[in-house]
């Protein structure tokens, strides 16, 4: 009897520079705000200003903050999608081959793509690793793990193979009770470890413009419903939590309140110890590591709190719990294969 191709799986992520230099952000900055996912002002108004002013201040900035938060192994965040493809291959075994691929660098989607196809694969997994839906976000990798598997770049481009693999797109698992344990045991794993207990928790998401969700992406509700479930399954009274809505770019309104205008009056309100978690970003990567461990922690600072008294929590990352309701998920939506 012959033997089975394995069932692929693709770990989808926005992605990362290769390096902390302009040189390496400039390119990755290009590529992730031409998409009309991201932004989605018409390209005549936008690709000007994008390849003006942007690109020629931006990636240097950027690259700052990269430096900052890089490490020995390079990029937290290929470091720790990383790790997680290997956790995840592990657990899955031999019937799965799980690799990564990244919307906006490499290791690309095409790559990932490509790595599964050699390997006779014909039936894939998209795990997009965003438990809320976006459009700027699971919209991305799902346009690009399209195009991948079609191998082409748009509808009119041209054709480079025959055999398209059969896809199934991971839906979102905002509510999802493994998602919701898993960062319960990491929350008090981790408050496990502090000297004294926090007297207040802000649960961060990365925000999008409001526009964006007055016509039609459910992110924001599918936001406030893992809070609602995380706080919960916590046990914490309503005054002592709340959700806030990081990382504003523009001049547009985005959602709210603002993460970093809730962190500077923490003080004012009495907070003397806040925790903060993003349970919309499972990787730790720029937004988590220096926009809140770094960032967040001075803008409590500066509202009057102490720095020392700020904490902030990392990412699910590879936790074993997370890894778990992963593993349980992929098969669930392999079931018929």
Known sequence: MNKQPPIGVILAQIGTPTAPTAKAVRPYLKRFLSDRRIIDYSPMLWQPLLRGVILRTRPRRSAELYRQIWTTEGSPLLFHSLAQRSGLQALLGSRYQVELGLAYSEPSMEQAMSALEANGVTRIIIVPLFPQYSSTTTASVFDQASFAALGRQSSTGPVTK????????????????????????????????????????????????????????PYPEQCMETARLLASAMNWEPERWQLTFQSRFGREEWVG????????????????????????????????????????????????????????????????????????HVERNAMGW
């Open 162 to 217: 025959r055999l398209i693999p059969a896809l199934r797109f991971m839906d979102a698992y905002y509510n999802e009770p493994g998602y919701i344990s898993a960062m319960k045991s990491h929350l008090l794993q981790q408050i496990e470890l502090l000297s004294s207990n926090p007297d207040f928790f802000v649960l961060t998401f990365h925000g999008i413009p409001k526009r964006y969700a007055d016509t039609g992406d």
């Open 257 to 328: 309140p603002s993460t970093a205008d809730v962190l500077g009056k923490l003080a004012g309100r009495g907070i003397h110890k806040p925790l903060i978690f993003s349970p919309g970003l499972v990787t730790d990567c720029l937004e988590t590591l220096h926009e809140l461990a770094i960032e967040g922690r001075e803008q409590f600072e500066a509202g009057g709190g102490h720095a020392e008294d700020f904490t902030a929590i990392p990412c699910l990352n590879n936790h074993e719990d997370w890894l778990h309701f992963l593993t349980q």
